[in-house]
DNA sequence: TAGCGTACCTAACGCTCACTAAGTTTGTCA
DNA sequence: TGACAAACTTAGTGAGCGTTAGGTACGCTA
């Protein structure tokens, strides 16, 4: 058929990791299989094994580069010394802004289910690592204490409750992607900023 | 081996669904084999399809039972007379009691990545219309239009934040299980209610 | 207790899919 | 130009799983 061409290792790689996020973020992990993910990277099956070991191989580390990426945006946009109303809103605006960019990774990063025993540990695991990053991130805020009290689990509760909200939203938003990304932001804000705002105490403006 | 039981069409069709649930709780729909689910069930494969046309069929039929009864809760507790700041910790009450309560069908229901097509499909169908019930609530809470605006996507998109952090919430507890349904309820409250609350404006009290 | 409906079983088919063995082509550098 | 490394291929293998065919045995009713 079409004369496949010939690349270096490094440029055939980034196909492939390319490849296997779109195949993973539409089908899952179970979903997607080796061939669709070859067959998307222009190459056949057995070239995917000379750069990843297996398949739960490649998945995991598509996973921890997303979950890098994210901390990495977290850690810049909501740490600083402005105040939190201006930090907030610029990290959720940060966020959104990965996810339009990045919307394969985005939603396999934040896919469940994979249905594999060990892709479900690794998933699992990264996750516990952006929720606690994030409840790290909310338990910096002034007034925390007031959501959390001394509570390490009720920061992770709030922590998760914002990480899987937004999760849901950016999964919905590929599915309506003619949504501007303002709104995407505004709404968050309506619906967790405010909230948490005010959850912090008399402290906050009316 | 051990003697099986010869059961009655309707007790076995339950247990069958108890079983389903649970294994598709936990491996997810593409990661449940039907020889588990029937072996869970106390009886072999083949009696499973005496019940259920498909793999794909139970999996629905689990789904809308499960929607349906959610549906219901949400309606029975978040309508009424009463002050919405006394209807929406009620409903949220209830839903950590369902949850509670049925902790397999619930962790079912929240998963996502099916990893097949088809049940990908049913899942979002139901999904999508658990989301829309709840904008429907929404939508009556005063000053919903603060929130929303004219636009029915802003409302759609703050039920599904609020939807899945919830489900977010929910997968979470189901791995602390030691945590009391109270601190649950109350975590939601602090991050979505109080949020939503001022969101609705200036007559929010303090 | 004989007969019958049905709850249940064993065995196998056919397909998908992760992974591998072994060989072929292609660009590069002496 | 010719040889060598490496990028790539075809053609499997073996395991898992959804589903079905066909038969067995249990328990109710006459």
Redesign the interface.
């Known amino acids: 058929m079409s004369p496949r061409k010939r690349l270096p290792k490094d440029e055939r790689r980034e196909l492939i990791e390319r490849a296997a996020t779109q195949v993973f973020a539409e089908?899952?992990?179970?979903?997607a299989s080796m061939d669709a993910i070859a067959e998307r990277s222009g190459v056949s099956a057995p070239v995917v094994y000379d750069h990843f070991a297996s398949k739960l191989d490649l998945h995991r580390r598509l996973l921890e580069r997303t979950r890098n990426e994210l901390l990495e945006m977290w850690r810049e946009h909501l740490f600083g010394d402005e105040p939190a109303e201006v930090r907030f809103p610029r990290a959720i605006e940060a966020w959104a802004l990965y996810v339009e960019e990045h919307p394969y990774a985005a939603k396999m990063f934040f896919?469940?289910?994979?249905?594999?025993?060990e892709a479900e540990a690794v998933h699992r695991e990264v996750q516990a690592q952006a929720r606690v990053g994030l409840g790290v991130l909310l338990a910096r805020e002034p007034g925390a204490e007031n959501?959390a009290g001394e509570?390490q689990?009720?920061l992770?509760?709030?922590a998760?409750?914002?990480?899987?909200?937004?999760?849901?939203?950016a999964?919905?938003w590929t599915d309506?992607p003619h949504?501007p990304r303002e709104?995407?932001v505004?709404?968050?804000i309506?619906?967790?900023?405010?909230?948490?705002?005010?959850?912090r105490g008399?402290q906050a403006p009316?």
């Open positions: 089908h899952g992990y179970r979903g896919r469940g289910g994979l249905g594999d025993p959501i509570d689990e009720a992770e509760m709030a998760e409750i914002i990480r899987s909200g937004l999760t849901g939203l999964v919905w309506h949504v709104q995407i505004q709404a968050v309506n619906v967790v900023w405010v909230g948490l705002e005010r959850a008399p009316v």
